[in-house]
Structure formats: C-alpha cells, structure tokens
C-alpha cells in the first residue's frame, strides 16, 4: 500500500510540474490571442465586419490549436526525456492521446508511470476549458460590437 501511495505522489509532483509549465505556456497563448483580436479588431473600419469576425476565429483558433501543440510536445519531451515511453514519437503520440483524453493508445506504460496520462488529461481539460472561455468572450465581444 506504501508503494502505490508513493508512486501516485510522485506522480503528481511530476504532473504539478508539468502542468505548471504548461498554465505559462497557456497563459502566453491567450495573450497572443488578447493581442491577436486587438490588432484585427483595428482593422475592421478597412475591412468591414464580416471579413473581421472571419479572420479572429481562424486566427485565434489557429494560435489555440498552436498552444495546445505546444503543451502536448512539453508532456511528450517528459515521456521521451524520462524513457517512459521508448522514442520520441511514440511520445508525442501518447501525450495527444493524453492530453485529448481519447486514451487507449495501445501504448502500455511501466507500471511505476502507469496514470500519469491521467494527470495530463486533467491537465489538458483545464487548459481546453480556459480556451473555450477565451473564445466564448470573443463571440460575446463580436456579438456586442454587431448589436
């Protein structure tokens, strides 16, 4: 029982760690979509609205999609790094796997990793929720500046 207890703990101390380089990098992301939508927004007296609203969504879906590339490569360097997995992209396969929460891989880890695909999925859905609130606001602020 000892050993389960520690081996989840160290799990979860690894995953903090992760999880907060990865807050940081999804926390750069959303900046640039700040910045992203503010520099297109300045556009639309040119432009007009439809065009506007046509390149914030594909841009800003294009820098999420980005960001969370990047956050499943800083899980899979872990994996690849550490030998958890054995090559680098059977590392990046596992980490979308992950961090999608699709799961069931094929990929068997040791039983000394075994869940902490568990921790970057808990990880990947805070960070989805975040970018689904960030693009929420944007519809509503796109919506409020038609009205």
Known sequence: MINFEFRYAEQFIV?????????????????????????????????????????????IVGIMMGTHF????????????????PDRLSAIYFSVASYTTIGANGITLA???????????MAAMLMFGWSTAVLAAVVVKLHSLDD
Do not use: C
């Open 15 to 59: 995953a903090l760690a992760l999880t907060t380089i990865t807050v940081f990098t999804h926390s750069f992301g959303m900046n640039w979509v700040r910045s992203y939508f503010r520099r297109v927004h300045s556009l639309a007296k040119v432009r007009g609205p439809s065009r506007r609203h046509q390149l914030l969504m594909v841009g």
């Open 70 to 85: 990047i956050e499943v490569n800083i899980w899979a360097l872990f994996y690849w790094l550490r030998g958890v997995v």
């Open 111 to 121: 039983d000394h990793w075994r869940g902490i695909d568990g921790f970057e999925a």
